[in-house]
């Protein structure tokens, strides 16, 4: 990996101290000015999602993923088991929450610069998805150690 962006090292900072509203603001502000994203994370794969992993906190607690999505790329519905944050860099992602019955409670659209809403306490199920004609990156931070990003992080569900 490269040197981290010092956009992301306050992430990095917020996240080792687990200041979720300090996080937040940081994200926010990450996400208005992404001068932290580079061409290599704007590579998608046409097969499905792709992330590219942009920091490891050396402890283990979190890791900080820039996720590409091409158009028509969807996730799986799924909750998480650790705690998620996110929110969009370039282009336009829809994401639709799902009640315990996995009815779809309401469906939200991000936009650069928007949070998502955030998943502290691990209750949320959604799907995520590029419904547009563009390439999205969003910037997502994890509350598990990178051994663990892709098998670790979600529970997916038959929708």
Known sequence: MNPI?????????????????????????????????????????????????LYIDPKDAFVIT????????????HGHHVWCLYGVAEGELTEDQFDPDLAVKHTLVYRPGDLAERDLEQKMIHRVANRGRTRVVS????????DHLTTGINRVYRA
């Open 5 to 53: 962006h010092p956009a992301l090292a306050r992430l990095a900072r917020a996240a080792e101290h687990q200041d979720f509203a300090e996080l937040e603001e940081t994200l926010h502000v990450a996400l208005r000015k992404p001068t932290w994203l580079r061409p290599e994370h704007r590579v998608g794969d046409p097969k499905a999602y792709m992330r590219h992993l």
């Open 66 to 77: 820039a996720i590409t999505w091409l158009p028509g790329q969807v996730s799986a519905v």
């Open 139 to 146: 910037l997502h931070l994890y509350g598990i150690a990178a």
